[in-house]
């Protein structure tokens, strides 16, 4: 499974970023079989997960410290997850990297069982 994310940049404080991610099983297994999140990782800081969304879209999980600024969202017919990054704030600085996970056997909180990570992309806000 090859997850390559995009959308990464350089934003201002208070701004706005949308990420992708386009997945591609060579196994031929569908998209929409896949569990979908974001984490995300700061110099120096250990990676955290930051928002998941179910294969089916009902079920969408964020962190705390997202407080409504992010939403998570997925294209089955495009196997694309995306990220809209609201509002965003200096402390959201950090390589984005996008997850494909079971939510039988894949732990959120320390990103261990993932069945599949992306290389990331890099977002850095600005003060």
């Known amino acids: 499974v090859q997850l390559q994310a995009s959308g990464g940049g350089l934003v201002q404080a208070g701004g706005s970023l949308r990420l992708s991610c386009v997945l591609s099983?060579?196994?031929?297994?569908?998209?929409?079989?896949?569990?979908m999140g974001w984490f995300r990782q700061a110099p120096g800081k250990e990676r955290e997960f930051v928002a998941g969304?179910?294969?089916?879209?009902?079920?969408?999980y964020y962190a705390d410290f997202v407080q409504g600024r992010f939403t998570v969202s997925r294209d089955n017919t495009k196997n694309t997850v995306y990220l809209q990054m609201n509002s965003l704030k200096p402390e959201d600085t950090g390589v984005y990297h996008c997850?494909?996970?079971?939510?039988?056997?894949?732990?959120?909180?320390?990103?261990?069982?993932?069945?599949?990570w992306g290389k990331g992309t890099q977002v850095t806000v600005s003060s």
């Open positions: 969304i179910s294969r089916d879209t009902v079920s969408l």
């Open positions: 099983d060579p196994s031929g297994r569908s998209f929409s079989t896949y569990d």
């Open positions: 997850v494909a996970y079971d939510r039988d056997y894949s732990d959120l909180t320390t990103g261990e069982g993932m069945d599949a």
